[in-house]
């Protein structure tokens, strides 16, 4: 271990705090992120691996999959037309009340996700304002897949809006107006000039959008009723597994989305680590 | 479209198209997913008169939950604050084999989903868990205790302190921890009165972005917290308790104050950290 400026004699920490530093920063990471990582897979291999496959196998599991894919499959990709249509608008131009537009996008960030799935019982919820009529239509919206789907909506909204709109107001406008001033069509820059600019940083959004959308818990929760092999998500399944007892089965379950959040890192950076210049600089 | 045309481009005309329909396009998904659901919780809360209201607050299991989610919401964020100013000065001033892992570790909390770190964290801090046994012949119970919960919420907030601070240590000029140095100052007489005060309002807004999550935080915290009443109730368990209750009404009145206080604990620290930042600029 080395200080970044050995040129700067007057910057160098001493010797024992180096290490204290080290050790410590070192020690909380693994105390606090490393071991629960390696905890889930420790206690999904313990009963060995059949048994880690079995519980997999299980059809509520298998249920639980495919409901998590449906949803993030319809969740994230209209986030993504949300998020380039936002920063389309916030990115390129200049208009009155932008600030307050902002920060309306990054509102999902500051709210519990208990609340944010909360909101949509009090809408379609039988008591709910909508919950009457909805009744009457024999539609159901929450306890069902349009209710989960709205709930992963809310919260991953901020996510692709956010990585674009710092990144367009970066690169400006001068190469659209180019584009323009030669005839091109509003669709034809859109797709020739500002899509290939802003390609990896979309991919980093739609990435970061995708994890929280499989993994979602809170919000989830309290719009899906918990039906077994109907409603659950595989987050709303570890609940359900880790409250039976069934540990190898919970922890086996966790571990696929463990598994998703690693790949998901190990993307994000590669993203970073490759296209710096290429993604937004104002980094959360 | 007169909404729109008010919102015209302001600063200069430019010949780009699709201004109009992707500002309408945003604002009409904004309404339908945030604004009109949030208008639905204001109103479920507002149909209740302030008597009510303060019936529904003044429960002492309610007003149990609240002081256990602020106090270990604002130790964990503390502790963050700590150990996220280290974890950044390890990334930013020293370089070490595996720098870019811890670096790339340390945005793990954002990536887990908390189902997963709630089982882990339970199952590692509980009595027969790998750090929760080294604690328990002490008689220190962690999981199942208030310990446990703050455990939780500094999983979840570690990245936004680490994430805050990295940036504006990475751009802090070195001339000045130099300039101290060259008129007698040790090494730690310098961090305490140049370096600490230069990223105390980064450091404020770490605080700030860790303590709102960990209010908010449920899914890591209900399964380490052992959840018993007016014990270890964290306040969004109590609004799910009151959803599952189909007590809507009560579940709304306590959303709406548990975002309240946060948002004005949030303007707080905003002002606070404003006055740092001017007192720096002098």
Known sequence: MSEVRRDRPALRDPHWARWAIF????????????????????????????????????SDTQAAIRMTLTVAA????????????????????????????????????????????????????????????????HLKIVFALPGLVLATMFVTLPFVARELIPLMQEQGTEEEEAARMLGAGGWRIFFSITLPNIKWALLYGVLLCNARAMGEFGAVSVVSGHIRGLTNTLPLQVDILYNEYNMVAAFATASLLAGLALVTLIAKSFLEWRYADQLALTRR | MTAIQVLLPRRRRTVLPGFAPALGF???????????????????????????????????????????????????????????????????????WGRRLVDALVDLPF???????????????????????????????????????????????????????????????????????????????TFLKVTLPALAPALLTGFALAFARAIGEYGSVIFIAGNRPGLTEIVPLLIVIKLEEFDYRGAAVIAVAALLTSFILLVLINLLQRRLGAANRV
């Open chain 2, 26 to 96: 945003t604002l009409l998904y904004l309404s339908l997913i945030v604004l009109i659901p949030l208008s639905a919780l204001i109103l479920k809360a507002a149909q209740l008169d302030a008597a009510t209201m303060w019936q529904i607050l003044s429960n002492p299991r309610v007003v149990a939950a609240f002081r256990l989610t602020f106090v270990a919401s604002a130790i964990a964020a503390a502790i963050n604050c700590a150990f996220g100013l280290v974890i950044a000065w390890l990334l930013v001033r020293y370089r070490f």
């Open chain 1, 23 to 58: 050790v410590g920063g070192i020690g909380f990471l693994i105390l606090f992120v490393v071991l629960p990582v390696v905890t889930v897979g420790a206690e999904a291999l313990r009963k060995g691996l059949p048994a880690y496959l079995a519980a997999l196998s299980e």
């Open chain 2, 111 to 189: 990536a887990l989903p908390t189902a997963v770190a709630g089982v882990s964290l339970s199952a590692l801090m509980a009595q027969n868990g790998w750090v929760g046994g080294l604690f328990a012949p002490f008689g220190i119970e962690i999981a199942y205790a208030p310990p446990g919960i703050v455990v939780a919420m500094i999983f979840v907030g570690l990245p936004f302190v680490v994430r805050t601070v990295q940036p504006v240590l990475q751009d802090f000029e070195p001339e000045l921890e130099e300039a101290a140095a060259t008129l007698g100052a040790d090494r730690w007489l």
């Open chain 1, 74 to 137: 319809i969740a994230v990709p209209l986030n993504c037309i949300f998020g380039v249509a936002a920063a389309w608008a916030l990115g390129k131009f200049e208009f009155r009340g932008k600030a307050a537009v902002l920060s309306l996008i990054d509102l999902p960030f500051s709210i519990s996700p208990v609340i944010s799935g909360m909101v949509f019982l009090l809408l379609f919820g039988l008591q709910g304002w909508f919950g009457p009529w909805l009744r009457e239509h």
